[in-house]
């Protein structure tokens, strides 16, 4: 099928480069001397899970119990579903542990509450828990620093039907850094808190098996991950635009782009509007720190080229606005573009599947795991 051959807006994924960048995070973890457990809110696509696995990941990550499902259907089968587990999930959690048990496999879940440690330990036969920390994206997460994280580890310890599995966090607010080099430093006070505590909890008598970290941005700046067991980056398996303005990637390492088509043109006032609105591409307003004008993505040509004369300005429901010289006949009316997203992970989860692309023709379509 060719791409023209696709209603808009659609979905498209390069298979080319999905393939380099799910190598190059293997490697990555590798040279880190630490397990990959790629977060799949990014793709939410079981295929893609399935070559996460094929290229070394000890399991995978997952952020909502649709993606769970998904992806123990599909044979992943250590997960962690990495939220802190809410009261009105419980059983249905649970449930999904026991059958993954049944295999040999594994549901990790997250706590950083003593409610949700007594909801889980009354409900549970046996649950594997870790608990979350809070380094600095002060999110989710206990404080590392005080006593009553080590209390909180000790209750799960000693919960009859939980098993502690150890300490997880996330350092969200690499995100606001504009470089590499910051990045690296959140990344450095991500690892050394994280590992600290496990010692303090080690010291406390607990045994701590799991020591789990990482955000792209900071897996990809980070020196070293010496007292670190595991990594969980998940844009890495695309990138976007936010990633390439603060340094963490190329434009040509972006695997997702979403294709629209012109529905309008308003020369007077430099105006194309395409059919890609917020529910195709999402409303992050993404890196502004970085470039106050960076609009809501990367507009690129049908074959992936960008045209950098043109921003995309404003976006609505359904419509998207770009600015730029509409002379020499430059995006003609049904004319098709690609716009890189801002958030990858924000633009996957607004569509149903995903068409996977190569050499210009539409080789694969896949179903996304949406939904709760
Ligand atoms: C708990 C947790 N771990 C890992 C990740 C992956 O981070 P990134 O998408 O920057 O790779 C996320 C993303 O939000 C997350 O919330």
Redesign the pocket.
């Known amino acids: 099928m060719r791409l023209t051959d696709l209603p808009t807006p659609a979905l498209l994924v390069d298979l080319d480069v999905l393939e380099a960048n799910i190598a190059h995070a293997s490697a990555r973890a590798r040279d880190l001397e630490v397990a990959w457990r790629p977060?799949g809110?990014?793709h939410k696509c079981p295929e893609i899970a399935r070559m996460q696995l094929l290229a070394g990941a000890v399991g995978l990550?997952a952020?909502t119990l649709a993606e769970v499902r998904a992806f123990a259907a599909a044979g992943v089968q250590d997960l962690t579903w990495?939220?802190p587990v809410p009261v009105s999930r419980v059983g249905e959690a649970l449930d999904l542990a026991a059958d993954l048990a049944v295999g040999g496999g594994a549901l990790h879940l997250?706590a950083d509450h003593p409610d949700a440690v007594t909801t889980l330990d009354a409900a549970a036969r046996s649950a594997s828990v870790l608990l979350?920390v809070d380094c600095g994206a002060h999110r989710?997460g206990v404080d590392p620093l005080d006593p009553a994280a080590i209390d909180l580890a000790v209750a799960i310890a000693t919960a009859p039907h939980l098993r502690f599995a150890g300490v997880?966090a996330?350092a969200?607010h690499?995100?606001r850094c504009r470089s590499r080099a910051e990045a690296a430093g959140v990344a450095a006070h991500e690892r050394d808190e994280t590992v600290a505590f496990a010692d303090r909890l080690r010291r406390a008598g607990l045994e701590v098996p799991v020591v789990s970290v990482?955000?792209?941005?900071?897996?990809a700046a980070v020196d070293h991950l010496v007292g670190v067991t595991e990594i969980?980056?998940?844009?890495?398996v695309y990138h976007d635009a936010f990633q390439v303005a603060v340094g963490t990637c190329g434009l040509a390492d972006c695997a997702v782009s979403v294709m629209a088509t012109v529905i309008g043109r308003h020369p007077a006032r430099d105006a194309a509007v395409l059919d890609a609105g917020t529910l195709a591409l999402s409303a992050d307003p993404g890196p502004r720190h970085v470039d106050p004008d960076c609009g809501f993505g990367v507009l690129l040509d049908l074959a992936g080229a960008p045209i950098p004369a043109f921003r995309l300005v404003g976006l609505t429901q359904e419509h998207a606005v770009v600015h730029g010289p509409l002379t020499h006949g430059l995006l003609p009316w049904g004319s098709r573009v690609r716009v890189i997203p801002n958030h990858a992970?924000l633009a996957v989860a607004c569509h149903e599947r995903i068409h996977g692309v190569r050499r210009g023709r539409v080789e694969v379509t896949w179903s996304l795991a949406r939904g709760w």
């Open positions: 977060h809110k990014t990550t952020s990495a939220l997250v979350k989710a997880l996330h969200g690499a995100y990482g955000s792209t941005p900071t897996v969980r980056p998940g844009n890495s992970c």
